[in-house]
């Protein structure tokens, strides 16, 4: 099916704005996202931190004089990410995780939600994950605190 707005979702034309259903990410205008199959404006992670910093890292050990951070959207597979958050609330303690998620289907390829948890704990903090075994591709890199989407942004993964 042709749409001439160049958004098709189910054989069905959208316009990608906001409140438009879509199946990933490529289904919605640029600046909007695709959880729970309807385009919408980024989450504000504010209420909980001040800064995410998305970057990469060589993979098995943590920033540092020789492991520097480089803050970037595009990935190799052999490449390690780096998610930071800073100014955290006092408030701001419990589980969070992520989910990288291929911004065509939709399908989530990593979720950290039931490997060992992270948390938060009212302080700065940070944590990697290795991009071995995630196909090149687009995708949508999704943080969750308490279950509640706070910060999602797209990322490329290059062979």
Do not use: H, W
């Not at 906001?18 to 996202?33: E, H, M, P």
């Not at 989530?108 to 302080?123: A, D, M």
């Amino acid at each position: 099916m042709y749409c001439k707005t160049g958004y098709c979702v189910s054989q069905k034309c959208t316009e990608g704005k906001a409140g438009d259903a879509c199946v990933a990410s490529k289904d919605c205008n640029s600046g909007l996202f695709c959880p729970k199959s309807t385009c919408s404006t980024p989450p504000d992670y504010t209420k909980y931190f001040s800064k995410v910093v998305i970057s990469k890292i060589k993979p098995g050990s943590g920033p540092g004089p020789n492991n520097p951070e480089t803050v970037i959207n595009t990935f190799t597979t052999a490449d390690a990410i780096e998610m930071d958050f800073y100014g955290l609330k006092s408030t701001t303690v419990g589980e969070y995780y992520y989910k990288i998620v291929n911004s065509t289907s939709g399908e989530i390829i990593r979720s950290s939600k039931n490997e060992e948890p992270l948390s938060f704990n009212g302080q700065d903090r940070g944590n990697g994950m290795a991009l071995d075994n995630v196909a090149p591709g687009q995708y949508d890199l999704n943080i969750y605190f308490k279950d509640e989407l706070v910060y999602s942004t797209q990322i490329t993964v290059t062979e």
